[in-house]
């Protein structure tokens, strides 16, 4: 019998079909993670709305339409490696390694990256967790084909745009600490980056030596 978690997942999924989500692979992912697993047991009901929830240490778990929307826009597949920066509650992670990519993903909050860790293994998916500052990046496992910012940045942060393999795409969103556009950055040579702004969107800042200062 199909569940009502299932049922309300496939009817999200469905309307990202008309919202631009074109990728099949990236749907089917999507389709296949069971984000209820990823929010506390209060916010379970509302894990199929499309919305970003609360989670722990005051940070949130991404709205799933731009999770498929980031996801899609980074364009790796099967055996890509991928850096995330701000695992948050391990979602956006899992729907890599559900892409069959390699992912690494760095949260700056302790907690969160232990709990996102527990869920992540509980769940099957292999990932690589680090606790730190994600704006500069993990060196040791570059260059990556894609590198994932799930916070809003003051600026592109330049460690990570090195970290990119030639040809490699980095996701960020960019602006003011409460709004920012996304900017799809595409290393186009050893030395040359061309930037895509592809439309408004909300984070929490990414905090850290090439992000906002605080907290
Ligand atoms: N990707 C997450 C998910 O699927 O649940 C949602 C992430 S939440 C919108 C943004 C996360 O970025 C927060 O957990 C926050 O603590 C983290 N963050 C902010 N600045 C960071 C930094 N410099 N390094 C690593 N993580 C950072």
């Given at each position: 019998?199909?569940?009502?978690?299932?049922?309300?997942?496939?009817s999200l999924i469905q309307s990202f079909r008309s919202r631009g989500i074109t990728d099949e692979a990236v749907l089917q992912a999507m389709a296949s993670v069971n984000r209820e697993l990823f929010v506390s047991p209060?916010?379970?009901?509302?894990?199929?709305?499309d919305s970003a929830l609360p989670i722990d240490a005051r940070q949130t778990i991404s709205q799933p339409y731009t999770v498929a929307f980031m996801t899609q826009s980074l364009r790796v597949g099967r055996g890509s490696k991928v850096l995330e920066i701000g695992t948050g509650s391990g979602y956006q992670a899992a729907v890599l390694a559900a892409l069959g990519c390699e992912v690494y993903t760095i949260e700056r909050h302790d907690v969160l990256s232990r709990r996102a860790r527990h869920t992540l293994e509980q769940l099957g998916y292999i990932v690589h967790c680090r606790v730190g500052d994600g704006t500069i990046g993990w060196?040791?496992?570059?260059?990556?084909?894609?590198?994932?910012?799930?916070?809003?940045?003051?600026?592109?942060?330049?460690?990570?745009?090195?970290?990119?393999?030639i040809g490699g795409r980095l996701v960020v969103?960019?602006?003011?600490?409460?709004?920012?556009s996304l900017y799809r950055v595409t290393r186009t040579g050893p030395e040359d980056w061309s930037a895509e702004d592809l439309g408004p969107f909300r984070f929490v800042p990414l905090i850290g030596r090439q992000g906002w200062q605080g907290e």
């Open positions: 019998m199909i569940s009502p978690y299932e049922q309300q997942r496939q209060a916010m379970k009901q509302r894990a199929y709305e060196t040791e496992h570059a260059p990556y084909d894609g590198i994932i910012v799930t916070a809003g940045a003051p600026d592109v942060p330049e460690a990570l745009a090195k970290q990119l393999a969103p960019v602006g003011e600490r409460d709004e920012q």
